[in-house]
């Protein structure tokens, strides 16, 4: 038996990174699998990969018809939605006294109004068939502020209380709403966005492995595990929770000095 044997799931963002590292997992505990992603060729590779357990719905979570619609395609096709994974990312960087309009709302659209877009069709459905699992991806970010990423951490904080919100208004319903927030993790959109487009690469991945006193930037893997948990009942009295996954880095004061070194 699997954590999460027969169960429908529901992953956006599900073609790359934590989404698809949980997408692997989830079928791994026996889960049928549907993948979300407006990257099609990515989306349809990891459902094949996966084979028979998954399907992949090309979708733009930014797009609230397109969100509905997946929801629709899973419980259309699989007769209920046991657990969604709101996990779509993206981010526009750069000072809030300089940042355009375009940048900041597309950031708000993607990382926080997908979110509850996903919530707002699949809680309904979750309610009628009496109970279901979500859970968000949020960030350390949604928990402090980053120099440069104003609008992805107003987004994430956002997503952190609205998971609080919906968490414990549904908790009667047999609805367990949570996320998991990381710390940098090494995901296509990181190495090859953020830290290659940088003015020196080594020098921000240098940077980012050492501001996690663990000394590492975190794989996709270790975050599917974390969503494995929340999503399973192994998590049964866990709601509304934010659940931090970061190497340590909400640990430190930001302080410099290191008495061992």
Known sequence: ???????????????????EATAKLFAAERARVIIADIDEKNGQRVANEIGVAAAFRKTDVSDPTQVEAMVKFAVEGYGRLDVLFNNAFVTRMGPV??????????TITIVLSAVFYGMRFALPQMVTQG?????????????????????????????????????????RKNIRVNCVCPGMIETPAVLNGLIARSRDPAKLRKLNEECH????????????????FL???????????AYVADGGVT????????PLR
């Open 231 to 241: 999503a399973s009942d192994d998590a049964s009295f866990v709601t509304g929770s």
């Open 1 to 19: 038996m699997g954590k999460l044997e027969n169960r429908i799931t529901l992953i956006t963002g599900g073609a790359s990174g934590i989404g």
């Open 97 to 106: 006294g300089k940042l355009s309009i375009e940048d900041w709302n597309t």
């Open 251 to 258: 640990a430190h004061t930001g302080l410099t000095g290191h």
């Open 131 to 171: 109970g279901g699992v979500i859970v968000n991806t949020a960030s350390i970010s949604g928990l402090a502020g980053d120099y440069g990423a104003g609008a992805y951490n107003a987004a994430k904080a956002g997503v952190v209380n609205l998971t609080r919100t919906a968490a414990i208004e549904y908790a």
């Open 213 to 228: 006193p663990i000394g590492r930037m975190g794989q996709p893997e270790e975050i599917a595990k974390v969503v494995l």
